[in-house]
């Protein structure tokens, strides 16, 4: 190792991703809070029942600002995001503090990317009735948390003594090798995400609806990829990283893909929840829209009995259950007026708002 900076040029020196990943961190914890809020917004303007879903998001947001923070702690105290030979002449306090801020970020990102998945699979069972789905669901949460847990406590035991990662008069070798601790945890965490992406599938497929209705509810389910695309990138650079001899340089990519991930699960987790938002929104731009105004007064004079969906007017009354046990559909109850007919199709519970939509 060299024994003074002259030994490295001006540019390796000066060299550092710190800000990049303080602009992302930052970027999330705004993303992260705002998303959150929206969602309990979304409930109490409809008036829908807090779930289990909702109650166990909040702790996934703390941990997923955690992820955030600490990583923003680590530029700032740790030089994660420069190189560590010139840390250890320029800064040796610092390449102490990245050691132990290692154990921090390890502890955080296993909860943090845990229970917003739990959160999702408490979610599932609004709508997974079958008993079958039920206990996968419970079974893929079990694993969820065994996998967060082992991980936990495989860092904490890491190594022996504690202060072996940041003492430099203790060797290194008491340590385990930490590219393949995150290795360790990311496999069975994508393994996961596939079991949560196909579990509610077929019950979906099931249901009485029209094909369109299935692919945005599949759509709506499939949100949680999101977490996995940035698992599996994250995972990427652990295999890129054969060892920690730049440990303070690569720590900024992987804290970087960590923290991505955290927050891509919480999205996940939440963005179902605002369809209620969503489609408030789109309605009322279509009622704001010049376009739709004038096309509602020109075809005012047609005959109605020539497309009678294009005249659809219905009185809509509290939902009832229709179709077998199982099978979470729902269609309105109706009055129609003269020259119209009522919607073919029954309309799928909305698994994460109790307040009516219809879709035509």
Known sequence: MASNLTSFPPSYIAETTGPRLIAIASVFIALDASIVALRFATRMTHKAKLGVDDYIIIPALV???????????EVKIAGVGRHLPVLYIEDPQ????????????EEIYCAAVAIPKLSILASYLRILTAKPYRISTYIIGGIVSANAIAGIITSLASCRPFSARWDINLSTSNCLDAPRFWQGINIPSIATDVMMLLLPLPTIWGLHIDK???IALSGVFLLGSFGMIASIIRLVVTFRVTALSDGTWDSADIATWSLVESSCY???ACLPALRPLYLGVINTLKSLSPYSTTQGQSSSGLDSSANPRRHLDIEMNPYRRIGPLGEEAYCPEYS??????PPTVATPVH???DSPHVKY
Do not use: E
């Open 212 to 214: 369109k209705q299935k």
């Open 336 to 341: 129609s007026k003269a020259g119209q007919v």
């Open 94 to 105: 610092a390449v102490v503090n990245w050691a132990k801020c290692g154990y921090a970020i």
């Open 63 to 73: 941990f997923s600002l955690g992820m955030c923070v600490i990583s923003i702690v």
């Open 266 to 268: 919480l999205i996940a």
């Open 351 to 353: 698994a994460f708002d």
